[in-house]
């Protein structure tokens, strides 16, 4: 696992953590209410918001460590640590759990030793919640890895869980 020295290694350009950040700041210099669009930023090119950009960020809208760090941690969007190499979220909507959707979650957490918000031990899965995909006449959905899939039961989850890990 990364510690906070090489925390941002993983950018796009092999920028640090603090660079992605700087960068961030200066694309949205003068936007009122950047912070989100920031953060958003940082964690589309780093896959997550290292702790040690926050300094870099507070100080650069003059705001307190203390709200940065809060509004991280407030959004269950973002991350403060490295997702796992495939992301897999499932469908939470009233549709999907109509239809098998908490069955097909706790099977997802049973099947990867993990909760929402959480990765597995092994550092390869990532299981989100998300609060539809727009998929309701298809329900119970999941998407991995930006890709939506409808009609999701727990064997075939299990079936595109395994490809998905042997492409990663």
């Not at 269950?76 to 109509?98: D, I, M, N, T, Y």
């Not at 909760?115 to 092994?122: K, V």
Request: proline content about 5%; overall charge negative; hydrophobic content about 40%.
């Amino acid at each position: 696992m990364q510690n906070e020295q090489d925390a941002g290694q993983a950018g796009s350009s092999g920028n640090t953590a603090e660079q992605v950040a700087r960068q961030a700041l200066n694309h949205f210099s003068g936007q009122k209410g950047s912070l989100l669009p920031i953060l958003h930023a940082i964690q589309h090119a780093l896959g997550y918001i290292p702790d040690a950009v926050v300094p870099v960020v507070a100080q650069g809208l003059q705001l307190s460590r203390a709200e940065v760090h809060g509004v991280v941690n407030f959004y269950a969007h973002f991350r403060s640590k490295p997702p796992g190499k495939v992301v897999l979220r499932v469908c939470r909507a009233e549709s999907c759990q109509a239809v098998g959707g908490e069955h097909l979650a706790a099977h997802a957490r049973q099947k990867l030793g993990c909760d929402f918000h959480q990765t597995s031990a092994d550092g390869q899965v990532s299981l989100e919640p998300v609060y539809c995909l727009g998929l309701c006449a298809q329900s119970p959905a999941v998407m991995i890895d930006d890709q939506p899939y409808a009609r999701m039961t727990p064997a075939r989850l299990d079936q595109l869980l395994e490809a998905r890990e042997a492409q990663a």
